[in-house]
């Protein structure tokens, strides 16, 4: 509950500093961070979640309309594979999550590398998923939608700075 809590207050800034947002992209791990931004927007714009294709354990969850194992590797195993995501956060997602899209581990690393080359940003494979969502075009906005992007993920030691 501490980490929803906690996570919602991402929301919170994230809409004093952009009110003007219509989608919000966030990485999907065990749902704290998709869980809490959603249940704080409670539905006034678009949450989608950018989860890793070899750790789908949002997606396997609302395919099945509970919490279930899920695989749990890849790139982003580290911070985005839980087995399955959390029991508190499964009603916010189901309720409030628009929609969660599949991002490969090739498109989580180049939008690592897109990040460190236009930013200056050294992210781990987690906090590229959301980016990669949209980059890789899984997410395409409509004309005029105004989106955000929820860098997220401190584990600077996941990163392989060679890659980069």
Do not use: K
Request: glycine share 12%.
């Amino acid at each position: 509950m501490e980490t929803l809590l906690g996570q919602g207050s991402v929301g919170l800034e994230l809409e004093n500093q952009y009110p003007w947002l219509d989608t919000l992209l966030v990485a999907v791990g065990g749902g704290g961070l998709i869980g809490g931004v959603a249940a704080w927007y409670s539905s006034r714009i678009r949450i989608v979640g950018g989860e890793p294709e070899a750790a789908p354990t949002l997606t396997r969850a609302l395919q099945a309309g509970r919490p279930v194992d899920a695989e749990a590797g890849g790139i982003a195993a580290d911070s985005l594979a839980p087995r399955r995501v959390g029991e508190r956060m499964f009603p916010i997602a189901q309720s409030q999550v628009h929609s969660v899209l599949l991002v490969s581990d090739d498109a989580i690393e180049e939008e690592q590398r897109a990040l460190w080359n236009v930013l200056r940003v050294v992210a781990e494979p987690g906090g590229a998923a959301a980016l990669a969502a949209l980059l890789s075009r899984r997410y395409q906005p409509q004309p005029g939608e105004q989106v955000g992007v929820l860098i997220c993920g401190g584990n600077t030691t996941a990163v392989r700075l060679r890659t980069i």
